[in-house]
């Protein structure tokens, strides 16, 4: 059930749907059979499958190793960014006038 169901004393079992209308806006609503519906998790990691699958061998490595890649290439655009920041800043400091 809905988590809805527990704050609405008006659940009624019996759902009534909504009508060929649609767009109520009234509140508490009088269709009530989105109630008894319930959504799936789709998170990956909390999936059964992705937690119970074979974990091989090297996979933690290679996982750890592609963090490692990973901030290696943040680290050089931070710092190819920043010599590009200050070499603007220095080519404007000797070309503009006091």
Not at 22 to 40: C, H, I, V
Not at 61 to 83: K, N
Request: glycine fraction near 8%; charge should be negative.
């Amino acid at each position: 059930m809905s988590p809805a169901f527990k704050n609405n004393n008006n659940f009624v079992k019996a759902a009534a749907k909504m009508g060929a209308v649609g767009n109520e806006t009234s509140w508490p609503r009088k269709d009530n059979a989105f109630m008894g519906k319930q959504s799936l998790s789709y998170q990956e990691a909390e999936s059964r499958v992705w937690q119970l699958r074979e974990i091989g061998k090297n996979e933690v490595i290679i996982e750890w190793l592609c963090y490692a890649l990973l901030g290696v290439f943040v680290g050089a655009t931070a710092m190819i960014m920043d010599l590009i920041e200050e070499g603007l800043v220095h080519f404007k400091d000797h070309t503009t006038q006091h």
